[in-house]
């Protein structure tokens, strides 16, 4: 199992570079994200959350095989915008309703260096855009106003000093 870095770490605020090596390091790192992602009970881990500065991730929602996302980029939204209840492996117990479009079309591509094209909607969706946000340096808590975010990060240092 690889580490899960936390608020505050410097990795999780910057852009990540493109992976362009398709070999059996980059499938181990896969693997351990899988691994890593599940242990942690949670349904999506993006390579900065573990200190690999790449714009890959991982997902697995419910009974789903997991999806491996290398170079993902959203090509198209719905207008509609929905709140829904977001957490993070990064920010341990600390959740809010961030709002995203409900549908998204998504490129990227797989293990093989394959290119593929995804419609998705739901969950699936949301956990694609909060992933994609993390290769960009930005955490599911930039979505709020500066209140409750600032609210929210009080709460979450607290925890972590008891």
């Given at each position: 199992?690889?580490?899960?870095?936390?608020?505050?770490?410097?990795?999780?605020?910057?852009k990540?570079?493109?992976?362009?090596?398709?070999?059996?390091?980059?499938?181990?790192?896969?693997?351990?994200?899988v691994?890593?992602?599940?242990?942690?009970?949670?349904?999506?881990?993006?390579g900065?959350?573990?200190?690999?500065?790449q714009?890959?991730?991982?997902?697995?929602i419910?009974?789903?095989?997991?999806?491996?996302?290398?170079?993902?980029?959203?090509?198209?939204?719905?207008?509609?915008?929905?709140?829904?209840?977001?957490?993070?492996?990064?920010?341990?117990g600390?959740?809010?309703?961030?709002?995203?479009?409900?549908?998204?079309?998504?490129?990227?591509?797989?293990?093989?260096?394959?290119?593929?094209t995804?419609e998705?909607?739901?969950?699936?969706?949301?956990?694609?855009?909060?992933?994609i946000?993390?290769?960009?340096?930005?955490?599911?808590l930039?979505?709020?106003n500066?209140k409750?975010?600032?609210?929210?990060?009080?709460?979450?240092?607290?925890?972590?000093?008891k």
């Amino acid at each position: 199992m690889l580490e899960i870095l936390t608020l505050g770490n410097d990795v999780l605020r910057k852009k990540c570079s493109s992976v362009v090596e398709f070999d059996k390091k980059l499938e181990d790192l896969i693997d351990a994200m899988v691994i890593t992602m599940r242990e942690g009970k949670g349904i999506g881990l993006a390579g900065p959350q573990v200190g690999v500065e790449q714009r890959l991730f991982v997902c697995q929602i419910q009974d789903q095989s997991p999806m491996v996302f290398i170079n993902p980029e959203i090509i198209g939204t719905a207008e509609e915008q929905v709140p829904y209840e977001e957490g993070c492996l990064s920010i341990p117990g600390i959740y809010s309703d961030v709002i995203r479009p409900e549908w998204i079309k998504v490129q990227a591509w797989n293990l093989k260096g394959r290119p593929f094209t995804l419609e998705a909607d739901g969950l699936l969706a949301r956990v694609i855009q909060h992933e994609i946000d993390h290769l960009k340096g930005v955490l599911f808590l930039d979505h709020l106003n500066e209140k409750k975010r600032l609210r929210l990060i009080k709460i979450y240092e607290k925890r972590i000093k008891k």
